[in-house]
């Protein structure tokens, strides 16, 4: 067995151009990993706090020298001489010397990057890819292992977008029957189709954070029949190959008790917002929905669920945080379906496989996430497939830091249909020698 010898962090930028936290980790062996954590931009009142500078004007007060000083000063000496296959005990035991409920004092972030690098280091030292390492320790995956469904990012609005929409995503989403590389074919075919179309209406083509277009455009509804329209100039066809989802981030536009958006100019309080979404799922077959609601609005959620959640998976993030007592209680109440799963929103590896087990037990569905503030680290792709999630979200297919995690995921594809082919080529063997 290797021992943490060594880990240094440091500042580097996310692909917003904001700064985040990046650690390597040696190992007493020789090995080293390297690996950085995201950052939010339209993130929940429940996530663990990302420790910026603040005091500062360095990066307007948004950079990450404190928690790099956390790690390399505080959790380094701490974790020099640990087995790195002991995920759980440093995770306990880094969260012991922040001794908040938050991560507040060492800072999230300073954390994850640990968390991250250590889980590195333990499949460095067994030897193994990350994705099946990280199934090997947490046994979430019963047959054999798969690729996730992705949920491709196209259309950004919100806090995301450059553009006008309210809603934050507008997503295409590939039917499962396809292996991913033809999913990626789609959502890249889909994404080139919007592109000319907004070049066909004379329309902004530019994109926001994650890669996806953001127009200009009359009303939130607009976005979903461009895409309709985008849909039509491919060979894929709607609502069989290739189906439509939103994130709606709604909290960000929940104002005096009403939703505000510009397809109507006086809002829409929970009830008629729901009546609403029933009304776009009548046309567009909603196949998932994101954050449909305020993250304080539980009575809506599950009302929302009762009525749309048999077809629609409807998906906690800003409700959830990828934090276990608010997804007990959300699976208790039936306030939703589906759980986005975002190793920052709670800080470490050890919680975050807490939370994907507890979705599971609840026949939830799990959709691994990235942040609209990435880097070109893929970790994600391989956690995403080490824990048998049902669907990725990393955004559109576009852009190298988004793109790195769709080319990790077809990476494994490859290796996967080479090794099951092998096990299915040897288990035919011994039945007909036998
Ligand atoms: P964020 O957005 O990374 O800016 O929070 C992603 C999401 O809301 O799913
Ligand atoms: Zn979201």
Redesign the pocket.
């Known amino acids: 067995m290797a021992k943490i010898q060594a880990i240094q962090a440091r500042e580097i930028l996310d692909s917003r151009g904001i700064p985040t936290v990046e650690a390597s980790l040696w190992l007493d062996n020789g090995m080293a990993v390297t690996t950085a954590v995201?950052?939010?931009?339209?993130?929940?009142r429940r996530e663990t706090v990302e420790l910026r500078d603040k005091q500062d004007d360095r990066y307007f007060g948004q950079g990450v020298l404190k928690a790099v000083q956390n790690v390399n000063e505080i959790l380094a000496p701490k974790l020099k001489g640990m087995d790195p296959s002991q995920q759980q005990q440093i995770d306990r035991m880094m969260m012991e010397l922040d001794g908040t409920p938050n991560k507040s004092r060492l800072g999230g972030n300073a954390i994850l990057a640990v968390s991250q690098a250590v889980c590195k280091a333990a499949a460095a030292m067994y030897m193994l890819p990350l994705y099946e390492y990280i199934a090997k320790k947490y046994q979430l995956v019963r047959e054999a292992l798969f690729i996730p469904t992705p949920i491709f990012n196209v259309i950004n609005g919100g806090?995301?977008g450059a553009g006008n929409l309210d809603f934050?995503?507008f997503h295409v989403i590939p039917s499962s029957r396809f292996p991913f590389n033809e999913a990626l074919e789609i959502g890249a075919e889909v994404y080139h189709a919007i592109e000319q179309a907004l070049i066909n209406n004379n329309a902004i083509h530019s994109v926001g954070?994650?890669g996806g277009f953001a127009p200009n455009l009359f009303t939130n509804q607009d976005a979903l029949e461009l895409i309709l329209e985008a849909i039509k100039m491919t060979r894929h066809q709607f609502s069989h190959d290739v189906f439509l989802g939103l994130?709606v981030?709604a909290s960000t536009f929940y104002r005096g008790g009403k939703y505000i958006i510009k397809d109507r100019s006086h809002g829409y309080s929970t009830k008629d917002f729901i009546e609403y979404y029933k009304d776009l799922n009548e046309r567009y077959h909603l196949f998932s929905l994101?954050?449909p609601l305020f993250e304080e609005d539980w009575e809506g959620w599950k009302q929302l669920t009762q009525d749309l959640g048999k077809d629609t998976m409807i998906v906690g993030?800003?409700l959830l945080s990828t934090n276990k007592e608010l997804i007990g209680k959300a699976i208790q109440s039936g306030a939703c379906s589906a759980v986005?799963v975002?190793p920052n929103q709670i800080g470490t590896i050890s919680e975050t496989v807490e939370v994907v087990m507890l979705a599971r037990e609840a026949g939830w569905h799990v959709i691994v996430?990235?942040?609209?503030?990435e880097t070109t680290d893929s970790f994600i792709a391989d956690f995403a497939v080490g824990v048998g999630a049902d669907y990725t979200?990393f955004g559109a297919p576009a852009r190298g830091e988004r793109v790195v995690k769709y080319n990790r995921l077809l990476q494994i594809e490859g290796v996967l249909a080479a090794s099951q082919s092998l096990v299915a080529n040897q288990q035919q063997r011994s039945k007909t020698s036998g």
């Open positions: 995201p950052s939010g931009t339209s993130t929940s806090k995301h934050q995503e954070v994650e994130d981030a994101e954050d993030d800003d986005l975002k996430s990235h942040r609209s503030g979200k």
